[in-house]
């Protein structure tokens, strides 16, 4: 079954939506680990929107699970990243305007600053991964760039509906088929919710589920802990119903 890694992100908007110390991130991913989560995400942005420097450090020593940092393949973020060493790192792209990541790394216009990216973190021990679009042509770049996994980004699955699902579902497994295929370890994740993740969960081979806004989202209603309870048992019936 797929790993559950909880992004908390938007925990921390609503922090910064008041500009003072609660909600606590930290606390958060603890709530989110008691129910279940293997893993807890956060992307560190250039403009500190959300997640700010001292959630990272206090999250790299407190959090018990896999921390995976998501962050744009620039010079101040990978010093971040070798600084704090967390268990792995997904390179994503970036817009200063955008509400939240817009698609997967072109790859195609990138692989050479991917490479010496991940040759960088690779270095120093840390584990790298590639948000990518659902094509063959990203997944064959990102071996190619030595990427150790790949994150197949689900939105255009999520977005859609019907006949037009059915298809962007049917991108997403050959996709995650095609990287398995080249010897990656395989994630997929964005737009992912309660009433589409059993279709996606239901995948072979795939190695974790990130999931983010639709987690806090129901949090904000039910809490945090059976938020991440229910995740976990839908994604659990997309493995059995397979």
Known sequence: MPVLCVNIDHVATLRQARGGL??????????????GAEGITVHLREDRRHINDRDLEILKKFVPVELNLEMAATPEMIKIA???????????????????TEGGIQIKKEQGKMREAIKKLKGGGIPVSLFIDPDGESIQKSADAGADMVEIHTGYYANARGISQKARLKEVIGSVEGALSLGLLVNAGHGLNYRNVKPVASIPGLRGLYIGHSIVSMAVLVGLKEAVREMKALIAEGVAGR
């Open 82 to 100: 070798l600084s704090i060493k967390p268990d792995m790192v997904t390179l994503v792209p970036e817009k200063r305007q955008e509400l939240t």
């Open 22 to 35: 609660e909600p606590e991130p930290v606390m958060a991913a603890t709530l989110a680990v008691l129910g």
